[in-house]
T-cell receptor, first 113, second 110 residues
């Protein structure tokens, strides 16, 4: 397996634009996590899915953020409209279970100008 | 509450031991983890310890757990320049979320 695959690796967009980040988890993993990493706040859990169902989205900062998992091999994190304070590295991770090793993608570095 | 704290920076000389410390708040955590993040990459699991253990050793890595004080440490023996990275401790919270610490940036100089 190629691991968790995220795209794009880098995204630069203007304030107000819609941004969509994509993730392909490792096949056979039942859990998928979206994290955001910034210097100020460290690594924050935004949302996680179990078997494609969102379980806990309490970390999603506001209504501008939404995440979907239409099938076991694909998830998106959308920001609409984007703001400069959304600039961060967004990581997707997947795992077989909640207490098993989480495998991280390379991350998407988002810059909103 | 869910809070995992670490010191932000550690600088060591090559060949010395590094000790990275972490404190956590959730006493119900069953597993505690150490992840490593190299520049421009995602996090990779280094090692973990089950909460009923005091110590775990894995080659150059030694994890110590003090449940009473809710203190976790990672010792890297014979630290190499390739060990330079950010190290995160993490716990599974009572709400079943994997909560990460702030990360400790380890810099190894020759």
């Amino acid at each position: 397996d190629a691991g968790v695959i995220q795209s794009p690796r880098h995204e630069v967009t203007e304030m107000g634009q819609e941004v969509t980040l994509r993730c392909k988890p490792i096949s056979g993993h039942d859990y998928l996590f979206w994290y955001r990493q910034t210097m100020m706040r460290g690594l924050e859990l935004l949302i996680y899915f179990n078997n494609n169902v969102p379980i806990d989205d309490s970390g999603m900062p506001e209504d501008r953020f939404s995440a979907k998992m239409p099938n076991a091999s694909f998830s998106t994190l959308k920001i609409q409209p984007s703001e400069p304070r959304d600039s961060a590295v967004y990581f997707c991770a997947s795992s077989k279970g909640l207490r098993t090793e989480a495998f991280f993608g390379q991350g998407t570095r988002l810059t909103v100008v | 509450g869910e809070d995992v704290e670490q010191s932000l920076f550690l600088s060591v000389r090559e060949g010395d031991s590094s000790v990275i410390n972490c404190t956590y708040t959730d006493s119900s955590s069953t597993y505690l983890y150490w992840y490593k993040q190299e520049p421009g990459a995602g996090l990779q699991l280094l090692t973990y310890i089950f909460s009923n253990m005091d110590m775990k050793q894995d080659q150059r890595l030694t994890v110590l757990l003090n449940k009473k004080d809710k203190h976790l440490s990672l010792r890297i023996a014979d630290t190499q320049t390739g060990d330079s990275a950010i190290y995160f401790c993490a716990e599974i919270s009572n709400t079943d979320k994997l909560i990460f610490g702030t990360g400790t940036r380890l810099q190894v100089f020759p």
